[in-house]
């Protein structure tokens, strides 16, 4: 269940993510997460780590699918963690997703689950 109890930089961190891969900008994503950050996503049948997993998985799934993402809801899961409920739409028509974000205390993700509903 979720919290009220969220820092911002976690509110901070899910919206800039968004800001950058709608802007396609694969460096301004990559300069958001740690060295060693994972995203998990089974809806691609891949984890990606590290900047070289992010960078792929941006390249691929945004960049390469021309990926528009728009925040539903974004929810407190203890001060580091947020579910953010997303609508994506590109190439590949229309989707609802989640991601699950944690953040490390500089306010860099360093972890995504993500999945599609």
Do not use: C, Q, W
């Not at 009220?4 to 301004?28: C, K, R």
């Amino acid at each position: 269940m979720g919290t009220d109890v969220m820092h911002p930089a976690i509110g901070d961190a899910a919206i800039a993510l968004v800001e950058a891969t709608n802007a396609y900008d694969v460096n301004a994503v990559l300069a958001l997460f740690t060295a060693h950050a994972v995203i998990d996503d089974p809806s691609t049948g891949h984890r990606f780590d590290g900047h070289a997993g992010v960078r792929d998985y941006v390249e691929r799934f945004f960049v390469g699918f021309h990926t528009v993402t728009r925040i539903l809801s974004l929810e407190g899961m203890g001060a580091v963690s947020a579910r953010l409920r997303v609508d994506f739409t590109g190439d590949f028509g229309h989707e609802v997703g989640r991601l699950d974000l944690s953040v490390d205390a500089a306010g860099l993700s360093k972890r995504i689950d993500a999945d599609l509903e």
